[in-house]
């Protein structure tokens, strides 16, 4: 069964810590990884990752693939208390069809504390 | 412009009952998913529509139903409502099926059923 493990479930860091979130997978027909930040509603959409070993940047927020060892990790330094959030990690499966489900998993909540 | 549009915003119906969720998608995308969260879990799949028809469907019961229409909004039905359909429904809208675009998410309906 495909299954996405996030970790840690939760963190709470101090403004201006970095924090590393982790991300592993067992998906068949794998295509992407996807990395969105949830607040209260919609889940915001961060990077999109197909390829190994190629960092995306945006701003404070990075995020690496290992397609070798399934995982990904999302980095945010110099955190802020706006970085508050459910951070989901989601893998893009393709489907019979040509659907492109995403599989979630459960989350890591980041509380930043001023 | 604007983005993926939901309504209701909440909603609370009583076991038994039927409901109908509404989505309009972002100007210029065809393919409408449906995804149901749970509080403190990750979305899950319910559904994909891509050019009016059905291209995938998650492992929920024949209770859930969805269309797209020809302006590619789409509604989703859920029949027979369980104490345990409580939850934040999500639509997410992008521009192909086939993978490789991101899906946008919207606020989402919280339907409550007691």
């Known amino acids: 069964e495909d299954k996405v493990v996030q970790s840690p479930l939760s963190l709470v860091v101090h403004e201006g810590d970095t924090v590393t979130l982790n991300c592993s997978y067992e998906?068949?027909?794998?295509?992407?990884l996807l990395w969105y930040k949830q607040e209260k509603k919609a889940p915001t959409f961060l990077f999109m990752l197909?390829?190994?070993?190629i960092e995306k940047k945006s701003g404070r927020l990075s995020s690496i693939l290992d397609k070798k060892e399934l995982f990904s990790i999302l980095n945010i330094t110099a955190t802020q208390t706006g970085d508050s959030a459910v951070y989901l990690c989601?893998?893009?499966?393709?489907?019979?069809?040509?659907?492109?489900?995403?599989?979630f998993g459960t989350g890591t909540l980041l509380a930043v504390q001023p | 412009d604007a983005g993926v549009t939901q309504s209701p915003t909440h909603l609370i119906k009583t076991r038994g009952q039927q409901v109908t969720l509404r989505c309009s998608p972002i100007?210029?995308?065809?393919?409408v998913s449906w995804y149901q969260q749970v509080l403190g879990q990750g979305p899950q799949f319910i559904f994909q529509?891509?050019?009016?028809?059905?291209?995938g469907r998650g492992n929920f019961p024949d209770r859930f139903s969805a269309r797209q229409f020809p302006n590619y909004s789409s509604e989703l039905n859920v029949n027979a409502l369980l104490l345990g359909d409580s939850a934040l429904y999500l639509c997410?809208?992008?521009?192909?099926?086939?993978?490789?675009?991101?899906?946008?998410f919207g606020n989402g309906t919280r339907l409550t059923v007691t």
């Open positions: 997410a809208s992008s521009f192909i099926a086939g993978g490789g675009s991101p899906l946008h």
């Open positions: 998906v068949t027909n794998f295509r992407s």
């Open positions: 197909t390829s190994s070993g």
């Open positions: 989601a893998v893009e499966a393709l489907g019979g069809g040509a659907t492109n489900k995403l599989i």
């Open positions: 100007s210029g995308h065809k393919s």
């Open positions: 529509y891509y050019e009016k028809e059905e291209r």
